[in-house]
């Protein structure tokens, strides 16, 4: 195999996992900002503290979600660079 081009497998399969990445990372920022929000409507949090716990919830489902992506992407990346 010409070690300086990726044939169309390998390529296939780089977007698939950045889509599985992509799609991973979304579902588990959503699930982080729907417990958030649910913290906020069960416990009748009004105010700025809701606006607290809202923002928190939003950046901790931003961070988790980039966390995912960059994890996946990396993973996929040594088992490739592997031979796997």
Request: charged share 20%.
């Given at each position: 195999m010409d070690m300086g081009r990726e044939s169309r497998w390998e390529k296939d399969?780089?977007?698939v996992?950045?889509?599985f990445a992509l799609v991973t990372a979304a579902v588990?920022?959503?699930v982080i900002f729907a417990v958030a929000l649910t913290?906020?409507?069960t416990l009748g949090v009004s105010g700025s503290a809701e606006?607290?716990?809202l923002a928190a919830g939003g950046?901790?489902?931003v961070m988790a979600g980039v966390?995912?992506?960059v994890r996946v992407l990396l993973r996929?990346?040594?088992r490739r660079r592997m031979g796997r």
């Open positions: 399969a780089m977007t996992e950045i889509v588990l920022a959503a913290l906020v409507l606006r607290g716990v950046l901790l489902a966390w995912r992506l996929f990346d040594e």
